[in-house]
């Protein structure tokens, strides 16, 4: 089968930095890279952020995993995946220096823009500052042309005019309970997962579901079904209106610890004042 990949050559990337890719911020941002330029990513990710509500793209189980982890805090106000090092020229100049190759396209010899994985953007205080976030195995981070291609990367970030120190994240750096529960809880952070349902239904179902969990010594899905049937809903929507409550930290819990739905919920507490925040509901 032929590979779908784009020819990259000189034009191919005129044409790209033109029309925007890997310019733009929150919900503007158009990653360099998109699983659709490749014919078959195996493990690629389309995930719908919390941030902007953007689509990211993401070319692996731990790119998924990482960006999971940084959807959490509330520090973190963007991630922009498959950030561009640009110009190329640069990185091309530091291969050379350190005298190593540059990617390249192999078809057409021509070297290619490197990218970092994630470069977020975390709010200090009054200050945004940016954050770049390389994503890779264990089993590759040693390889000796990984090795020479972070190295690049390490220098582009920390010239002069950037002075941004890039990290290196790997699988043991992951809590796999913390990842199994943003899985969970991820499908159902906006108001609009839970169509058809509408503000104020979803409000009645979490003032009822809140009541039942403060004084019911159940499990997850015995509150949810109890819920159900009280309020003679569909099957399954209290549990999907629990997993937006702990998306959105109405319910406050221990992420590091698994939640299952075969136990009761350890809260450690509600959202302020215990109501639920208007402005919090919309889409």
Known sequence: ??????????????????????????????????????????????????????????????ERNVFLCYQWPLSVIDIRE????????ETIAIAKEIGVRHPIDRRTKCPIVMTTDLLLTVQQGLQSIHCPRTVKYMKDVLKPRTLEKLEIERRYWLAPHRKLKLRIITEKYISQAFIKNMLWVHPYYWLTDLYPLTCQEVKKIASLLTELILNEELSLRRIALKCDRILRLEQGTGLAVIRYLLANRFWEVDMNIRIRTDAPLVLLRLSDSGQLNEKRFSA
């Open 1 to 62: 089968m032929p590979s779908l990949r784009p020819l990259i050559t000189p034009k191919w990337i005129e044409n790209r930095i033109k029309k925007g890719w890997g310019s733009g911020t929150g919900m503007e941002y158009m990653p360099w890279l998109v699983i659709q330029d490749f014919a078959s990513l195996g493990r690629a990710h389309r995930i719908r952020g919390w941030k902007h509500s953007r689509v990211h793209h993401l070319f692996s189980d731990l």
């Open 82 to 89: 498959q950030f561009p090092l640009l110009p190329f020229e």
